[in-house]
């Protein structure tokens, strides 16, 4: 059995993100740093039941700016790995539109390496909505979509 893969480790993957959390305390806005503590509270709360759920910004989606987005993006990934080697990188969707993926320390620093993950990326997007289009279309002939009540 992978001990890496095995989320029994978790002691030390919540000893890692505390260490993380602390080094955030004490380089981020106080504002800041607490909108992030209140979103891996409730993830790893989330995590712990086993549960499903929706996890929201609130009403304020001001507060859950893109330092916080990507520091949420690093701790879950400590969380979720237990390893503190990855890196934040940007990586735009298709459209533009802003987001982070969780790389190796080695393809951070790789050009080449991050616009393979980035077209692999948008290869993906692109065919996930071929897919939910299809199946849109599907529901919308088989009478399985309800009538817009606009």
Same mark, same amino acid.
């Given at each position: !059995? &992978? =001990? #890496? &893969? &095995?989320? =029994? +480790? /978790? @002691? =030390?993957r919540i000893?890692?993100?505390? $260490?993380? !959390? #602390? *080094?955030l305390k004490a380089r981020m806005a106080p504002e800041q740093y607490d909108v992030l503590a209140q979103a891996v509270h409730e993830t790893a709360h989330l995590i712990a039941e086993g549960g499903e /759920?929706?996890? /929201? +910004? /609130? @009403? =304020?989606?001001? *507060?859950?700016t893109p330092e916080v987005q990507r520091e949420y993006t690093a701790v $879950? +990934?400590?969380l979720l790995t237990g390893r503190m080697d990855h890196r934040v990188v940007e990586m735009p969707g298709p459209d533009g539109s802003p987001g982070f993926a969780v790389v190796e320390a080695s393809a951070a620093d @790789?050009? +080449?390496k991050l616009e393979e993950i980035r077209e692999n990326l948008h290869r993906w997007v692109a065919e996930r909505k071929a897919v939910d289009t299809e $199946? @849109?279309?599907i529901a919308r002939a088989s009478g399985l979509e309800e009538p817009n009540s606009d």
């Open positions: !059995m &992978n =001990d #890496e &893969n &095995n989320f =029994d +480790a /978790g @002691d =030390d000893d890692k993100v505390s $260490l993380y !959390m #602390e *080094t /759920g929706i996890f /929201g +910004a /609130g @009403d =304020d989606r001001s *507060t859950f $879950l +990934a400590i @790789d050009p +080449a $199946l @849109d279309g």
